[in-house]
T-cell receptor
């Protein structure tokens, strides 16, 4: 299993500013992910972050708005740039070993970062 | 991607068994059935997964229909701590890595 921590756990930000969320895994993992969960909604995948390569973004999410770093096998950051109230959400990171045979792999999640944009 | 269908919500009395259904009529032969749950104010956590045979672990049991078009997550004795949103997800075992897609899930309410 893997233990994942996120910083900050919550923040209140002014519109137009940026926030960087950190995600730390207690073991080396191949694949890390960033999700957004709006109030009362399910999780939506923002991007997949693999070490040594550019993040892969899902439809509707762009690098300029959500730049991601993955400097090593245990750490990743997501920046929410030029924030607006519509960015108020919970942001979750997750990790997976990415073994061959993805059908049986387990994804581990951090506790989330609750962001409020005023 | 093969889709899953779950009831939006269910209720259970504490200490009684709970059967959470999931329909996946377009499942392929290589899709694994995974269940995750999300407790309030937490990230999702893995519960169980299976391919064809029924599976048991310390958290729950997974019953898979013979035609694999549906499955049921069974909590043998619901506790208040089991109140969560339960997600049924399909993951294909071939073709390289495939992302996890979360549906709406089933919100389980446990009544004391």
């Amino acid at each position: 299993s893997a233990v994942i921590s996120q910083k900050p756990s919550r923040d209140i930000c002014q519109r137009g500013t940026s926030l960087t969320i950190q995600c730390q895994v207690d073991s080396q993992v191949t694949m890390m992910f960033w999700y957004r969960q709006q109030p009362g909604q399910s999780l939506t995948l923002i991007a997949t972050a693999n070490q040594g390569s550019e993040a892969t973004y899902e439809s509707g999410f762009v690098i300029d708005k959500f730049p991601i770093s993955r400097p090593n096998l245990t750490f990743s950051t997501l920046t929410v740039s030029n924030m607006s109230p519509e960015d108020s959400s919970i942001y979750l990171c997750s990790a997976e070993w990415g073994l061959a045979g993805a059908g049986t792999d387990t994804q581990y999640f951090g506790p989330g970062t609750r962001l409020t944009v005023l | 991607d093969a889709k899953t269908t779950q009831p939006n919500s269910m209720e259970s009395n504490e200490e009684e068994p709970v059967h959470l259904p999931c329909n996946h009529s377009t499942i392929s032969g290589t899709d694994y059935i995974h269940w995750y749950r999300q407790l309030p104010s937490q990230g999702p956590e893995y519960v169980i997964h299976g391919l064809t045979s029924n599976v048991n672990n310390r958290m729950a049991s997974l019953a898979i229909a013979e035609d694999r078009k549906s499955s049921t997550l069974i909590l043998h004795r619901a506790t208040l701590r089991d109140a969560a949103v339960y997600y049924c997800i399909l993951r294909d075992a071939i073709g390289g890595y495939q992302k996890v897609t979360f549906g709406i899930g089933t919100k389980l309410q446990v009544i004391p």
